[in-house]
């Protein structure tokens, strides 16, 4: 008997999705150790990886807090950026106003973001479908022209920041090391998010989240005031992507309302999406496919061009001049291609890419 | 005559030009099985919805053990005691079964603003959610989604999730809308069983049933309340026999 409960316990916790879980965040958070064997192979720049990996980091971030309402809530918020920009902002002013401490603008940022969201969720939740959809991409319109506004904070143009935030010393703000730094903490956040959400989706009020997306009226008949639940989670995740906000603030070093237009809402969806509704870790799944189509598909799309191109010629004999670049220029198309590659993910597995990994485990 | 548990009191909803429910007054005692009767249209899911909270009647008022609820949230309701089960299948169909129960005893153990335990491994929800399930028959069905259970164990978790409220007042929508003969018998016996324990109004279409069970009937037509009384008087009412028994055997 003991041998076949020792079983069944273990065959669930060892699954694909789980091993896939460990392989990915064990060589995102490996990145800064590697990264320079990746550029003495030649593969990649040491400081280019790491810039683009930290921004796949603080995006995940964002998507995780999207997923949270979206994926277990069912709330589709098309004005998630918003916070984004509320933590970069809140960075960014204090930190043109010379109040450069972390400690002082991480909380500032995450609590305002709380505030703006238990506002806006208290407003729009009461609403349903596509008038759920229009009242968040509403109140997103509403503070993205507010940010385009802000003449002292360089209105449509954005604000350089001078200064990273300062943990007292303890995060290096500048010099080489910084980037390293940054990384780290920003995996840091991320693995703590995941842990949260974690959680937060498993403990009770993460089952009425879930029901209530079910089905609402069935958890009122229970006993549930589900509204109540949905803005609270709808308050958790505005305030996680404030703290994303922020250490987007930090790694550009700049501020600007394109931070919170309604696109970078829908690419906060776009991740939600692809990586997998209502996975812990889809969003980060969504994060890297998404970010990284965007990086290197149009360089991809050159290389594949090129090889038809040579292809052909070998075959029909070259073109006239400039034939190759016009060619070429078709890679600038590259977000048809971004699209076509979503929407078959999306009509091929209908739980993103975490499903793809198979559903063994329970969600 | 002891104190109502439930009094209904002329209460009015109207659809339009409808009038569904219609000057419709009716007190359902502590204890008893009070069986709603009437033919399709009449009007007693419609009532169901504004005892439960989620409909507002136009006019008219609910009080429920003494204390006035007709503005009360749904949600509120199952708190003081109200719990209704839905004639149209209403259950989480992506939870397990035992989810969905544990679901019930989880509203009924006060706020879940409880961000960090496990829920599912959590036996002070789970244990509960066992006895719910063998209480219904459902108990080795508990890891099967909502979505996979037939149409009759689903009916019959329905029925489960209401009783997990632990409610002083039992409002069924037709527990055995749709169900085959077999698990009729066995919903008819969880009701007997239910029988003395828990108060109840009881909409049911089945007539051996509801004459079985009830301790009370009120026949209800267009809206309105016709008749009330035990099963023999309801049985003897011309008015009753021509508006709604009329051709069926009784
Ligand atoms: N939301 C609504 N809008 C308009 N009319 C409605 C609505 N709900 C119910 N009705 C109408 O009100 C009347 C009463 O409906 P109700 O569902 O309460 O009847 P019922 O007695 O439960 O019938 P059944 O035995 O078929 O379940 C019907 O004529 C129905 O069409
Ligand atoms: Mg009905």
Redesign the interface.
């Known amino acids: 008997m003991p041998a076949v409960t020792s079983l069944g316990l273990l065959r669930p916790i060892m699954t694909w999705r789980v091993a896939v879980a460990i392989v990915v965040l064990a060589l995102l958070g490996l990145l800064p150790w590697y990264a320079p064997w990746l550029e003495t192979a030649g593969i990649i720049n040491q400081r280019f990886a790491l810039t683009v990996m930290t921004r796949v980091l603080i995006l995940a971030i964002a998507a995780c807090s999207l997923n949270l309402i979206l994926g277990y809530g069912g709330m589709v918020s098309f004005g998630h950026a918003v916070y984004i920009g509320l933590g970069g902002y809140t960075v960014g002013i204090l930190a043109h106003h010379g109040l450069g401490s972390g400690f002082v603008q991480f909380p500032l940022a995450i609590l305002l973001s709380a505030l703006f969201a238990l506002a806006i969720g208290a407003l729009s939740l009461r609403t349903r479908g596509v008038y759920f959809i229009m009242i968040t991409l509403a109140f997103a319109q509403l503070l993205y022209f507010v940010g385009v506004g802000l003449e002292p904070y360089g209105a449509d143009d954005g604000l350089t920041i001078n200064r990273r935030s300062d943990f007292a010393g303890l995060i290096p703000d500048r010099g080489p090391d910084k980037f390293v730094a940054f990384y780290v903490l920003s995996f840091a956040v991320l693995v703590l998010v995941l842990g949260l959400v974690h959680?937060?989706v498993?403990?009770?009020?993460?089952?009425?989240l879930?029901?209530a997306r079910?089905?609402d009226?069935?958890?009122?008949?229970?006993?549930?005031?589900?509204f109540r639940?949905r803005l609270?989670a709808f308050v958790i995740a505005g305030a996680i992507c404030g703290l994303a906000g922020a250490l987007l603030a930090n790694h550009t070093e700049f501020i600007s309302p394109a931070m919170m237009h309604w696109t970078r809402s829908g690419d906060l969806i776009v991740m939600v999406v692809l990586g997998g509704m209502g996975s812990v870790l889809g969003p980060v799944y969504g994060a890297l496919a998404f970010l990284l189509l965007e990086e290197f598909l149009p360089g991809l799309l050159r290389l594949v061009l090129g090889w038809l191109h040579d292809g052909t010629a070998a075959v029909i004999g070259r073109g006239p001049a400039g034939a190759l670049d016009d060619w070429l220029r078709l890679a600038e198309y590259w977000q048809i291609a971004l699209g076509a590659i979503l929407i078959a993910v999306v009509l091929h597995a209908r739980g993103g890419i975490d499903s793809l990994l198979g559903r063994a485990g329970r969600g | 005559m002891a104190e109502a548990l439930l009094q209904i009191d002329s209460l009015v909803k109207r659809f339009g030009g409808l009038v569904a429910t219609d000057s419709l007054s009716l007190d359902v005692q502590p204890g008893e099985v009070h069986a709603l009767i009437g033919p399709n249209g009449a009007g007693k899911t419609t009532l169901i919805a504004q005892l439960?909270?989620?409909l507002k009647p136009d006019s008219g008022r609910v009080i429920f053990d003494r204390q006035d609820i007709t503005g009360l949230?749904?949600?509120?309701r199952?708190?003081l005691g109200l719990?209704?089960s839905?004639q149209i299948t209403?259950?989480?169909?992506?939870?397990s079964a035992l989810?969905n129960v544990a679901?019930?005893e989880?509203?009924?153990q006060g706020h879940?603003?409880?961000?960090?335990?496990?829920?599912?491994r959590?036996p002070a929800?789970r244990n509960p959610g066992m006895l719910a399930l063998e209480e219904v028959g459902l108990a080795d069905r508990a890891d099967t989604p909502a979505a996979s259970l037939s149409h009759g164990e689903q009916r019959q978790l329905e029925v489960a999730?209401?009783l997990?409220?632990d409610p002083r007042l039992l409002l069924l929508d037709e527990p055995m809308a749709g169900m085959g003969p077999e698990e009729s018998v066995s919903m008819v016996a969880l009701l007997r069983r239910l029988r003395g324990k828990r108060t109840m109004l009881l909409i049911e279409h089945d007539m051996d049933a509801v004459f079985a069970l009830a301790d009370r009937i009120t026949v209800l037509v267009y809206g309105r309340a016709i008749a009330t009384g035990t099963p023999a008087e309801i049985r003897a009412n011309r008015e009753v026999r021509t508006a709604y028994l009329g051709d069926t055997e009784v």
């Open positions: 959680r937060l498993n403990s009770r009020f993460g089952m009425v879930r029901g079910s089905n009226l069935r958890m009122q008949a229970l006993g549930f005031p589900t639940y609270a | 439960s909270g989620f949230p749904a949600a509120a199952v708190r719990a209704r839905f209403s259950v989480l169909r992506d939870f989810d679901l019930a989880q509203a009924r879940s603003f409880r961000f960090w335990r496990p829920a599912r959590d929800l999730m209401a997990g409220s």
